[in-house]
């Protein structure tokens, strides 16, 4: 991994000078757009309005238009102002971990001390793990003040900006304004649903399906160009037409259930049968073999009584 960006943990009179490192990636399948008619790749240009020129990112700056006036910010200009020539990572307060809100969360970063300050760095990791508080901090990051939550994630210190108040939308939704009368046997259908659905999330056991077919349709169309038959490569495709027309909420509840039930059964049945299969077949192969040796040996008991 390569840093994105250095700077110091300020905690109290205490600094860990650290590097910053994104903490993911973008596992997409990257792809670019062309001109249907004939394959060829669109590209788009940077062109001044003013002289009709192709202009150069390097030639490129910033600029405010308040409708009368236009001020133009230049690389040097922003990076004077002191937010921006800060590179302290400052500690505002801790907090419980249960008040900084999911929805807060943005972007995460991987925190890595320098081997000088390895001890001053342990030790604002094991503060934050034994008080079972997050910290929250502020800091300047690409022309923008954040705010972030510092906390543990194994040994490592992780930070993970938040979006600002005005940047975290009011849901605001009339259709809310009425609440709909739920009898007490559709919440317990509701509770039987969610308890067959119950388990200890492991996001391993979770992939990125689109991204998969999207690579196998790929593969397909390099093998097979135009002539490529989606239905064969993926399969016909259940829409699960009958589920779409059930409009009684009982009723889908009450399917979802038995629909979980037999999953479960098919599963478990077939983790049943598996084991048991290549016993049955090994048996099945021997029982011949033996057969035929001791036949085998029959045949050539006659011929040692003539030879004697």
């Not at 009958?242 to 999953?263: G, H, N, P, Q």
């Not at 290549?278 to 099945?284: E, F, H, L, N, T």
Request: hydrophobic share 35%.
């Amino acid at each position: 991994m390569r840093s994105i960006w250095k700077g110091a943990i300020s905690f109290g009179l205490v600094s860990v000078p650290v590097k910053v490192y994104s903490a993911t990636e973008n596992h997409d399948v990257p792809l670019h757009q062309v001109h249907a008619k004939d394959g060829g790749r669109i590209r788009y240009q940077r062109r001044c309005e003013v002289c009709g020129e192709v202009v150069e990112y390097s030639d490129i700056d910033k600029a405010y238009d308040d409708g009368q006036q236009t001020v133009i910010l230049t690389d040097a200009d922003l990076k004077s102002l002191p937010a921006e020539r800060n590179h302290e990572i400052e500690v505002v307060e801790f907090v419980p971990a249960e008040q900084v809100d999911l929805l807060r969360l943005d972007k995460s970063y991987y925190l890595e001390p320098e081997a000088k300050t390895l001890k001053q760095y342990t030790l604002l990791r094991r503060a934050l793990e034994d008080s079972d508080r997050t910290a929250i901090v502020r800091f300047a990051l690409r022309q923008k003040t954040r705010l972030a939550a510092l906390r543990v994630r194994g040994d490592v210190l992780l930070l993970q900006t938040l979006l600002w108040d005005d940047e975290v939308r009011s849901p605001a939704f009339d259709v809310l304004g009425e609440t709909p009368r739920i009898s007490q046997k559709e919440r317990d259908m509701a509770a039987q649903l969610v308890d067959s659905l119950t388990g200890d999330f492991d996001s391993a056991a979770f992939t990125d399906e689109y991204q998969e077919q999207l690579r196998t349709l790929v593969e397909a169309k390099l093998e097979q160009g135009a002539a490529l038959d989606t239905d064969a490569t993926f399969g016909e495709q259940d829409d699960d037409a009958d589920d779409a027309d059930v409009v009684d909420l009982m009723e889908a509840l009450k399917r979802s259930i038995d629909r979980k039930k037999t999953a479960k059964k098919t599963s478990s049945a077939a983790a049943t049968k598996t084991p048991k299969t290549p016993a049955k077949k090994a048996a099945a192969k021997k029982t011949p073999a033996k057969k035929a040796a001791k036949k085998s040996a029959a045949k050539k008991a006659p011929a040692k009584k003539r030879a004697s």
